[in-house]
T-cell receptor, first 112, second 116 residues
Framework: TQLLEQSPQFLSIQEGENLTVYCNSS?????LQWYRQEPGEGPVLLVT?????EVKKLKRLTFQFGDARKDSSLHITAAQTGDTGLYLC????????????FGQGTTLQVKP | DAGVIQSPRHEVTEMGQEVTLRCKPI?????LFWYRQTMMRGLELLIY????????DSGMPEDRFSAKMPNASFSTLKIQPSEPRDSAVYFC??????????????FGDGTRLSIL
């Protein structure tokens, strides 16, 4: 069974601080997706990383896929209150059935 | 473009009652997923369909849960009889699966279910 462990589970920081969320597995994934979920809504895709070692930037958010395609990280620079939400990583197994393996999520609270 | 549409948004009912959740996927998508989300267990996959055919229902908690997809534009998740421990937010998501993979899942806004 493929599992994704996400850490930390909860993070409460002040506006302007930096943070990193980690997503780790012992399994190899063909790609990895990051989603963000706001209260009362479903998760929304932020980015997909495909190649081992790949780095993608989305404004203040930087996503990295590990060289071995088993882990990923999300780094937020100078967090803003609008970044508050639940961040979920999801691995795409090589079987390509469309099924995703979701991490438990990181609840981020950015205080003004 | 319309996204994934779920109904109802909220459902409050007494234990023992039948509950039916509905989902309309994005037109053209060939896969549909039902999830349950709770604080304790996070986002759990219950069942998914490819081209209207159930592929993996190993996440369905027990026989009280059933799901159908009679056509490409509609799916239901039914709980009968419902129990308080079924209280959660239920999400439907759809996706287009291709040989190139990597397609994201598009989620509805969920149904918040409370069983009293």
């Amino acid at each position: 069974t493929q599992l994704l462990e996400q850490s930390p589970q909860f993070l409460s920081i002040q506006e302007g601080e930096n943070l990193t969320v980690y997503c780790n597995s012992s399994s190899v994934f063909s790609s990895l997706q990051w989603y963000r979920q706001e209260p009362g809504e479903g998760p929304v895709l932020l980015v997909t990383v495909v190649t081992g070692g790949e780095v993608k930037k989305l404004k203040r958010l930087t996503f990295q896929f590990g060289d071995a395609r088993k882990d990923s990280s999300l780094h937020i620079t100078a967090a803003q209150t609008g970044d508050t939400g639940l961040y979920l990583c999801a691995g795409v197994p090589s079987s390509n059935t469309g099924k995703l393996i979701f991490g438990q999520g990181t609840t981020l609270q950015v205080k003004p | 473009d319309a996204g994934v549409i779920q109904s109802p948004r909220h459902e409050v009912t007494e234990m023992g009652q039948e509950v039916t959740l509905r989902c309309k996927p994005i037109s053209g998508h060939n896969s549909l997923f039902w999830y349950r989300q709770t604080m304790m267990r996070g986002l759990e996959l219950l069942i998914y369909f490819n081209n209207n055919v159930p592929i993996d229902d190993s996440g369905m908690p027990e026989d009280r849960f059933s799901a159908k997809m009679p056509n490409a534009s509609f799916s239901t998740l039914k709980i009968q009889p419902s129990e308080p421990r079924d209280s959660a937010v239920y999400f439907c998501a759809s996706s287009l699966i291709t040989i190139w993979g990597n397609q994201p899942q598009h989620f509805g806004d969920g149904t918040r279910l409370s069983i009293l």
